[in-house]
């Protein structure tokens, strides 16, 4: 996406402290007009979710949480992983690429509708340690204004693309207004491409208030999501969004969660 104004980050003051403070101004005015009344009515939904939540202890306090994120997408397996979600009344947490939200707006705003977290996961999935600081703010800026302009709504967190980061990006993402989001478990599915041992590693994975790392571009994860969700549904599991798992606690802006060697 060219036009983006990479200079904008040695500008963006930390004091801003929000991601829709420093990249609004790039929106056309149009877009926001359109998104308007989408991002009003998730605002109402959203402040009646943090209502509930204020009445007693965030949800996954109650209840054995988990939450499911899938990374890379979206991508045409993704319907079917949609479908196995919802027929397990489940949420999960996608971290799409921008590349790929450009390229498939439709299935963006199902995973949207469907309840679905979505966190930015960069435009091209570079290691942003390796980039100089104008080339990471705009792989997360991109990526950023394509998932307002396909859904209305700004991702309120990333997750850094191979889990890399240093004290630089996390100065960056401070800047950006966004904590990143790494895992508790990794399945390692993408080198293990197989369905029956992909199962087992989420299972064994699998912990109260764990985030595990799944990916929607590999089929045989897809596969094993109907066994997964049933034999965590045996063990009481409540498949959450990250939004639903941080409820009651708030993470700063390039913060990192859960915390490493945890
Ligand atoms: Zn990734």
Redesign the pocket.
């Known amino acids: 996406m060219a036009g983006v104004c990479v200079a904008g980050v040695s500008v963006v003051p930390a004091a801003a402290g929000s991601a829709t403070a420093a990249t609004a101004r790039t929106a056309p005015a149009t877009v926001k007009a359109a998104a308007l009344t989408e991002v009003e009515k998730a605002g109402a939904e959203q402040s009646g979710a943090k209502k509930a939540g204020a009445k007693g202890k965030p949800y996954c306090a109650r209840y054995k949480c988990i939450a499911l994120t899938f990374?890379?997408g979206p991508w045409p397996y993704t319907p079917a992983l949609l479908d196995t979600l919802k027929k397990h009344k489940a949420k999960a947490t996608f971290?799409l690429l921008g590349r790929k939200v450009e390229h498939r707006p439709e299935l963006t705003r199902r995973i949207h509708e469907e309840g679905h977290d979505i966190g930015n996961?960069t435009w091209t999935?570079p290691s942003l340690t390796t980039l100089t600081d104008g080339e990471v703010f705009e792989e997360i800026s991109t990526t950023s204004e394509i998932i307002y302009r396909t859904i209305g709504e700004r991702p309120e967190y990333m997750r850094p693309?191979?889990g890399a980061t240093n004290s630089r990006v996390s100065a960056l993402m401070a800047d950006l207004g966004l904590p990143q989001i790494l895992w508790t478990g990794s399945t390692l599915d993408w080198q293990a491409r197989d369905t029956k041992v992909i199962a087992k590693r989420t299972l064994k994975l699998a912990k109260r208030n764990g985030v595990i790392l799944l990916h929607d571009i590999v089929p045989e994860t897809v596969k094993a999501m109907p066994g997964v969700l049933t034999a965590l549904e045996k063990e009481h599991y409540k498949f959450v969004t990250l939004t639903t798992l941080l409820q009651g606690r708030t993470l700063r802006p390039g913060q990192i969660y859960p915390p490493r060697g945890k």
């Open positions: 990374d890379d971290f996961h999935h693309p191979n």
